[in-house]
């Protein structure tokens, strides 16, 4: 049976105290399943706009999609973990991945590396996680003294951890960890911080390599898929005409059969979110906030076929 679906909502806008709440609470009212906010300079602060979402809300769970690693390091980390696992009654699911954007590090002062050593980075970091979140340093019950000084631990016993992949290595580390492996259907342009969307076979080689090095897993990860654009209209074309400006190389038909462009018809857009999940594997997808009030059909949709 295909796992069932789970709808997420990347929140970019920050916004007041009050209008942030409100927009976290019309997210619950449409129906998304997790509540999520990105790690980039000039956006939400992650861990205190993931407190504030729960404090609005009381079904979703939250979630950064994804951290930049090159930000953080381990132990302080798993402090901002923890303590936003507890304050939100344990709704918490972590995304990791490696950044992309070279001048975001430049702005913070931090060095942004080699592929290999961004990977590198991420890899420690995971490693890290998993010896601090279950060890003395950070307790996995309530809040308890450690020498005098009390510590925060997650309410869960283990945080899920997503990973954004697709490069071999990344793959592989979501394959070895992850309990949601998620695909940004992109990869990096020519330009710096840019990236190029993956067509629909380029996509499916990189399904099948994670397949392949998660074959030994005793529990499938779940499938996560990033959309970049969402319209439900009998006229997709001027809607596209911005991603084809951006994205000169691709035709309008290559626009429309994008993995992470849904554009059409409800019905016809609710069959292609049907048959990725059948292709690929895809049941948790992530719509950018700008989309949020469009996908909710789809997803009420979805959800009277499945009852």
Request: charged share 25%.
């Amino acid at each position: 049976m295909p796992r069932p679906f789970r709808f997420g909502v990347n929140l970019l806008t920050p916004a007041p105290a009050a209008e942030w709440r409100a927009k976290c609470r019309r997210a619950e009212e449409l129906g998304y399943d997790v509540i999520l906010v990105p790690d980039h300079l000039g956006m939400v602060a992650p861990f205190p706009a993931l407190v504030a979402a729960a404090e609005a809300t009381e079904r979703p769970r939250l979630g950064t999609f994804v951290l930049n690693a090159g930000f953080w390091n381990p132990a302080l980390l798993a402090r901002e973990v923890a303590t936003t696992d507890a304050l939100t009654g344990g709704r918490l699911e972590l995304g990791l991945g490696t950044g992309y954007v070279p001048t975001e590090h430049e702005t913070a002062g931090l060095p942004y590396g080699s592929p290999r050593e961004r990977v590198d980075h991420l890899a420690r970091m995971v490693g890290e996680l998993d010896r601090l979140l279950g060890s003395a340093e950070l307790p996995s019950s309530r809040l308890r003294p450690t020498g005098g000084t009390p510590v925060p631990c997650p309410v869960q016993s283990r945080v899920p951890l997503l990973i954004g992949a697709n490069g071999d290595r990344m793959l592989r580390l979501a394959a070895e960890h992850a309990d949601i492996a998620a695909f940004t259907g992109a990869r990096p342009g020519s330009t710096p911080g840019v990236l190029e969307p993956l067509s629909a076979g380029e996509l499916d080689e990189r399904v099948a390599r994670y397949r392949d090095l998660a074959a030994g897993r005793a529990e499938p990860a779940e499938l996560n898929l990033l959309l970049q654009l969402v319209a439900v209209t009998d006229d997709p074309e001027p809607v596209l005409k911005p991603l084809l400006e951006r994205q000169p190389q691709l035709t309008m038909d290559d626009v429309l059969a994008l993995p992470i462009v849904l554009a059409g018809p409800l019905e016809d857009v609710v069959a292609r979110v049907r048959a990725q999940r059948e292709r690929y594997g895809f049941s948790y997808l992530t719509v950018l906030e700008p989309h949020m009030e469009a996908f909710a059909p789809v997803m009420e949709r979805l959800r009277e076929e499945s009852a």
